[in-house]
């Protein structure tokens, strides 16, 4: 089993910066990717990065530039940076792990970007 814990979610400025945070337990979460996503209530659930375990990174266009993932083994831990941020970042954003066609999700941390 994985158990997927995010933070560092807030309410900020239209041009702040956040950092997330996701710790996540067991072997699955080690070794495999990991990847980022955000939902608007009422919306879809919308792929923002991806850390491949080999270490490859890659983030939807609409955060490209702004965005980054980046991982600390060590720690257990995948990052995702978020700078310059705008209204329309606002979302819950959510860790996830995929493995032999599961979805790993944790809770949730809230953004909310004011203008």
């Known amino acids: 089993q994985v158990k997927l814990v995010e933070s560092g979610g807030g309410l900020v400025q239209a041009g702040d910066s956040l950092r997330l945070s996701c710790t996540g337990s067991?072997?699955?979460?080690?070794?495999?990717?990991k990847a980022w996503y955000r939902q608007v209530s009422g919306k879809e659930r919308e792929w923002v990065c991806t850390?491949?375990?080999?270490?490859?990174?890659r983030c939807a266009d609409s955060v490209k530039g702004r965005f980054t993932i980046y991982k600390d083994n060590a720690k257990n831990t995948v990052y995702l940076q978020m700078n310059s941020l705008k209204p329309e970042d606002t979302a819950r954003y959510y860790c996830?792990?995929?493995?032999?066609?599961?979805?790993?999700w944790g809770q949730g941390t809230q953004v909310t970007v004011s203008s």
């Open positions: 996830n792990v995929q493995f032999l066609g599961n979805d790993y």
């Open positions: 067991g072997t699955i979460f080690s070794r495999n990717g």
């Open positions: 850390v491949a375990s080999g270490g490859a990174r």
